[in-house]
């Protein structure tokens, strides 16, 4: 799990020493899956936070299946991510000029 969250910090343009820490403590500083992480926790782990006002169109969506799903029985959920081509574009460059 801790490597998977490091990948997805990776690919959204995040240091790889830093994507480390931040997986670390995703997989280790919390009492249980179900502990919320809001605004302030994600902060102080390294994340970057945006005003959900600035997502509206993307925050429905999630509402939409939360509404469909949080309460199905499931062993698991899969919820995707996707990373933009320009995201990509400028973690290749930053990659890149690293070298």
């Known amino acids: 799990m801790e490597r998977y969250a490091q990948e997805i910090l990776e690919l959204s343009g995040k240091d790889k020493e830093i994507s480390k820490e931040i997986a670390e403590k995703l997989v ?8 919320v992480i809001n605004a302030n926790s ?9 005003d959900h006002l600035e997502y509206k169109e993307e925050w429905e969506t999630l509402r939409n299946w ?3 799903n949080l309460l199905k029985s499931a062993n698991k959920h899969i ?3 996707y990373v933009s081509d320009e995201c990509k574009k400028e973690n290749f460059e930053v990659k890149k000029d690293d070298k």
């Open 28 to 35: 280790n500083d919390f009492i249980a899956h179900e502990q």
């Open 42 to 50: 994600a902060k102080e782990l390294g994340l970057n936070i945006k």
């Open 66 to 68: 939360l509404a469909k």
């Open 79 to 81: 919820i995707r991510y």
